[in-house]
């Protein structure tokens, strides 16, 4: 009697084992096993991280294994079981693997087929058609889209985790409660005795220090040392939080009339304003998108101010990028100046402490949020609906959309809800950053995901003209190196999941022109690497430095409690001190800076593969080379960094997660 050996791994996650009964049938192409119990008498079977083998005995042989299903039934309470993978053993000794990586819940089953990645023109059994359709008609019932909010990316039908299909939550939910990780956070940084004097404004700059004691770095350190230089300034719109608004000034709006009079002495080379421009040596940055913004009013007793500033900015004979001018307002006026290095000290301190604080806004709910978070959880969404798990795509996309919508619903549920924690500290809370990603969807485009596109866009991708920009240069490197040319064909499921994205996902919005269809490999490769980038290297760039360079409240204030000043020579100490945030919401964009800065628990960085979707060698080989490459980048950045005051660190490949999952 032909015998099969079975082998079934159980994760060794939190509550991956379980107790209740595991049956097997397996299903080929000359017949089919009776339904078998995996049961060693005395032996606890399918414990946390066992990797238990069973024989399965049949009459005769089955041919070419196909599937293999595993159904679970209760013992005594429902009890989940997380299932890695089954191997079987053939009665001629070969090994078929049969990739799981999914939760089994309730009285439920699954049917597996073999890792083999398959195009569905390479199934031509009615059984794997089948197989494949069924599989898709089920995700597409479990994920679902939902409206959180009009006119921004659609996100997951759930208001709140534990509604979640359970193979996209957390492996423990506590990790990733907002409110426990805030509040520890606060206790960690030791600054909760300053939270009963909620609305009362600290004394002096210096007292600041006293919520910056407990947990410092190099960077973060240096901020507080050198927050008030203007190089500091400038630099960070190089290889700050927030890399991404610079860009080449080739011709002053007329809503901003700086002129070569008011700029004439920070000139360094016996050039004009307008030569300078022309020398390419001008930069912009301009908060349009804040103009009109719904400033935060959950709290009336605590008006809360924001502004749409505009500055421009000076590359020296250093290649130093220095601020020249800042506007605080869009529209020029009497009552809107526009600020100089050649004004009051506290005049142009507070000048660029308000153009600090558009940074700020600008980078939490427009280049965080909405382009690293939302957009990946539309990929996320899209995948599981219209790609089956034996597609190359699903198992490429699988490992970067890792707890993507677990974070955001949670962030739904706790963070950017109404009263949640968003509205305690940030200017843009009670409603403003929704009205802002609504906003920013108008000029949202799918070529601002490309790496290199969004670089050239701004007129920054040469690094003669501008050097020591190395968001650029190592995202260049790492766009790279996950670029792959592995031939994937077209077929109709690549074709439903980019149309799924465009026309569900992003709304089908005209502005964003996110493609509907992909037509040649290279249109493939680009949107697959476009994925992979955003939700991984791009994530990591705007992300884990945020308590880097926004612990430091006057550097990068989340709120601000008085207006913008309209005119020039009121400034003092206590105007900049009445207008930073008061003790109660520093202390919380303290906890929330540090928690969001910190990598989840077991972090799978870019390269790890720690579920093996993919059995065949040359992807395996692929994968080797790959990590290869990377490991190239990480030792070239490391080396790079040696002796400097302010390293750049954010895209080096070994501390890029691979997914949005903080």
């Not at 890695?84 to 819940?105: A, H, Q």
């Not at 142009?348 to 600008?362: Q, V």
């Not at 707890?403 to 409603?431: P, V, Y």
């Not at 979707?613 to 080379?625: G, L």
């Amino acid at each position: 009697m032909p015998s099969y050996t079975v082998t079934v791994a159980t994760g060794s996650q939190w509550f991956a084992g379980t107790d209740d009964y595991i049956y097997i049938t397996l299903v080929g192409t000359e017949g089919c096993s009776e339904r078998s119990l995996l049961d060693k008498p005395l032996y606890n079977d399918f414990e946390r991280g066992a990797v238990d083998s069973y024989d399965v005995n049949v009459g005769e042989d089955l041919g070419e294994l196909e599937v293999v299903k595993l159904e679970k039934n209760k013992y005594w309470v429902q009890d989940d079981w997380y299932c890695k993978y089954v191997t079987v053993k053939t009665p001629s000794g070969d090994y078929v693997e049969f990739p799981c990586f999914r939760w089994l819940v309730d009285d439920k089953e699954v049917v597996l087929r073999d890792g083999r990645a398959r195009l569905p023109q390479d199934d031509k059994t009615r059984m794997a058609k089948q197989h494949r359709r069924k599989e898709l008609e089920t995700r597409q019932k479990i994920y679902r889209w939902k409206e959180w909010q009009p006119g921004i990316p659609m996100s997951i039908d759930a208001n709140k985790h534990s509604e979640l299909p359970r193979d996209v939550q957390f492996d423990s939910e506590k990790g990733v409660d907002f409110v426990l990780n805030y509040t520890k956070a606060i206790e960690n940084l030791c600054v909760n005795q300053f939270m009963h004097m909620f609305q009362s404004s600290w004394r002096d700059l210096c007292d600041f220090e006293a919520i910056f004691v407990r947990i410092k770095n190099t960077i973060s350190e240096y901020v507080m040392q050198h927050w008030k230089e203007d190089f500091m300034f400038g630099y960070q719109y190089l290889n700050g939080c927030n890399p991404v608004i610079i860009r080449k000034c080739s011709k002053l709006p007329e809503k901003f009339p700086v002129t070569h009079e008011m700029v004439e002495d920070c000139l360094e080379r016996d050039l004009t304003l307008e030569q300078e421009i022309q020398a390419g040596n001008i930069y912009i940055a301009d908060y349009e998108i804040l103009e009109g913004i719904t400033a935060n009013s959950t709290d009336p007793c605590t008006p809360q101010h924001i502004a749409a500033s505009i500055v421009l900015l000076y590359k020296n004979v250093q290649n130093k990028v220095m601020p020249l001018a800042i506007q605080l307002g869009q529209t020029p006026g009497e009552d809107n100046p526009i600020f100089l290095p050649s004004d009051g000290q506290y005049d142009w301190m507070l000048a660029k402490i308000w153009a600090r604080s558009s940074d700020f806004h600008t980078h939490q709910t427009v280049t965080h949020l909405l382009r690293t978070h939302l957009i990946s959880e539309v990929f996320g969404i899209a995948m599981f609906r219209q790609l089956p798990c034996v597609h190359p795509v699903y198992k490429l996309i699988l490992p970067h959309v890792r707890f993507t919508i677990a974070i955001n619903t949670k962030a739904r549920e706790q963070l950017i809800c109404e009263s949640g924690i968003f509205d305690k500290a940030n200017g843009t809370g009670g409603g403003g950053h929704v009205e802002m990603i609504q906003r920013a969807m108008k000029t949202f485009t799918y070529k601002s995901l490309c790496f290199p596109d969004e670089i050239k866009s701004r007129g920054v991708e040469s690094q003669e003209e501008l050097p020591f920009y190395f968001y650029r240069d190592d995202g260049n490197a790492v766009w790279e190196a996950i670029k792959s040319d592995e031939k994937v064909q077209k077929d109709e499921e690549i074709q439903a999941f980019v149309k799924d994205v465009c026309s569900f996902g992003m709304q089908d919005f005209d502005s964003c022109e996110f493609p509907k269809s992909l037509k040649t490999r290279k249109e493939l490769i680009e949107y697959l690497t476009a994925i992979i980038f955003t939700s991984s290297a791009q994530h990591a760039a705007v992300n884990f430095g945020q308590y880097d360079w926004c612990s430091w409240i006057p550097n990068s204030p989340s709120t601000m409690r008085k207006p913008p000043p309209s005119k020039k020579g009121v400034a003092d100490v206590q105007l900049i001190i009445d207008s930073l945030p008061d003790r109660g919401r520093s202390c919380w964009h303290l906890g929330a800076v540090w928690a969001l800065s910190q990598f989840q628990e077991n972090e799978v960085f870019l390269g790890m593969y720690t579920d093996e979707h993919f059995i065949e060698k040359p992807v395996k080989d692929a994968m080797k080379a790959f990590r290869k490459r990377l490991a190239d980048i990480t030792s070239t950045i490391k080396r790079r960094n040696e002796g400097k005051k302010l390293p750049y660190y954010y895209l080096s490949p070994d501390k890029i997660p691979c997914s949005v999952a903080v």
